[in-house]
């Protein structure tokens, strides 16, 4: 998310989605269907994807409860979710407690794969998508929206089975003590947006200000220590609730690809980032060199990364998009791959996979059946380029669609931020 795009986001709450007539609405309809026939997104769900997803939705209470027994129970443990106002469904919650010798972070995950497994029609579906493509305010999902609003949504004051990622990390590097991933059973204490996660922060004694307060305290220095470490922070200006969010979720991702690679030692659906070359990274940190207001530290030139966070951080905001604009020209596309290696440059992590979005991304779902069956898909190869075919394709399609939308005359940031409402005048 820009910085534009989060002083938009940061008053969606107070404003009014976006008002078009109904000419307008026919005419964004009929481009968002041309673009979906050219890049072969499918709408709408064929008939038995969503009478199954319906009927894996029915007896949730009586299905939880025959489940205890098989899984760890952390009802008891204080438990929250941090979402956009506008959040149609809460897929990861968080957890947090100082002990003596250490920090315990758990991120839970709802539990797809316990609805959605291989044999599915759900499963199969997920796969001709991959993912789930995000317009401003229209959403193709990679899964039937019903999942994503009951049984796979950790809603508060309800149980709910998850996919947890016990992490114990040293007080004084956060590096990993011990890492355990299982399935539980949960309880939402509360459902907060990103605004009042910041209001708890700062209004003491309200509930959960203890909780956030810790987890900050963590995020900001698993934040720091990522620059610190040559991670590339191209949003380096975000709120405390977002930056919470991110690096609990990066932390989390991590944990289970070290499980996956170091102590199992089984392929997955691994991240890797290739590398620009020397002179494509000089390319971009010239061209930021010469924005007006713009100062690169000479002392940064040989270790890039470092060079565009140091810049970022002092750079005037109306420059912002302009230098990570001149990043992005040269870095090389992510893509998923069976083994790690090669590493993630971006992040500057030797090995990463994503876990924490099952509802939306085929390999989160993949690495989550992975990880609770060691059950590797014997197309795996297949998987991953299809994967990563598909996320090009998605992020084209919304390319295009928010030029689009700037060619009718429409803000796409604030469309996506606010939404759009259709009025007669």
């Not at 969503?50 to 009586?62: G, I, M, N, P, S």
């Not at 779902?365 to 075919?389: G, K």
Request: a negative charge; hydrophobic letters at 35%; aromatic letters at 6%.
């Amino acid at each position: 998310m820009s910085d534009s795009e989060q002083a938009d986001a940061g008053t969606a709450e107070e404003q009014g989605p976006v008002e078009i007539d109904e000419e307008m609405a026919r005419h964004l309809a009929n481009k968002r269907e041309e673009l979906f026939e050219k890049f072969e997104i499918p709408d709408g769900f064929p008939p038995e994807v969503l009478e199954e997803a319906e009927a894996r939705t029915e007896d949730v209470e009586a299905e939880i409860q025959a489940e205890l027994d098989e899984r760890r129970d952390l009802r008891d443990l204080t438990t929250w979710t941090t979402d956009p106002i506008d959040a149609q469904d809460f897929d990861d919650a968080l957890s947090v407690e100082e002990r003596d010798d250490e920090y315990v972070l758990w991120v839970h995950i709802a539990d797809v794969t316990h609805y959605v497994s291989p044999d599915t029609e759900m499963w199969t579906e997920a796969v001709t998508r991959a993912n789930t493509v995000y317009l401003p305010a229209y959403t193709v999902h990679m899964l039937p929206p019903i999942l994503a609003e009951t049984v796979c949504s950790l809603v508060e004051g309800e149980d709910r089975l998850a996919h947890t990622v016990e992490m114990h990390l040293d007080k004084e590097t956060l590096g990993y003590e011990e890492i355990d991933i299982y399935k539980s059973v949960i309880h939402s204490d509360e459902r907060l947006t990103y605004t009042e996660t910041e209001d708890r922060l700062d209004s003491d004694g309200e509930p959960l200000h203890d909780d956030l307060s810790l987890v900050w305290e963590l995020a900001d220095r698993m934040h720091e220590q990522r620059k610190e470490d040559g991670s590339l922070v191209l949003n380096p200006r975000r709120d405390r609730a977002h930056t919470i969010i991110e690096e609990c979720m990066l932390k989390a991702n991590k944990a289970v690809t070290h499980e996956l690679m170091w102590d199992r030692g089984v392929e997955a659906m691994y991240r890797v980032h290739p590398q620009p070359s020397p002179d494509e990274w000089g390319e971009a940190l010239q061209e930021i060199q010469e924005l007006d207001g713009v100062s690169v530290p000479g002392d940064k030139w040989d270790e890039p990364r470092k060079a565009v966070n140091a810049t970022l951080e002092s750079a005037p905001k109306r420059q912002l998009d302009k230098i990570q604009w001149a990043v992005m020209k040269v870095m090389p596309r992510a893509k998923y791959m069976n083994d790690p290696f090669g590493g993630h440059h971006a992040l500057n992590f030797e090995i990463y996979g994503h876990f924490t979005s099952p509802i939306r991304r085929l390999s989160d779902l993949i690495n989550h059946w992975i990880v609770a069956t060691n059950d590797v898909p014997e197309d795996l190869v297949a998987l991953c380029d299809r994967a990563s075919d598909r996320q090009k394709d998605a992020e084209q399609c919304e390319r295009e669609y928010r030029d689009f939308l700037e060619e009718v005359g429409l803000s796409p940031d604030a469309v996506n931020n606010r939404g759009i409402e259709v009025v007669e005048d």
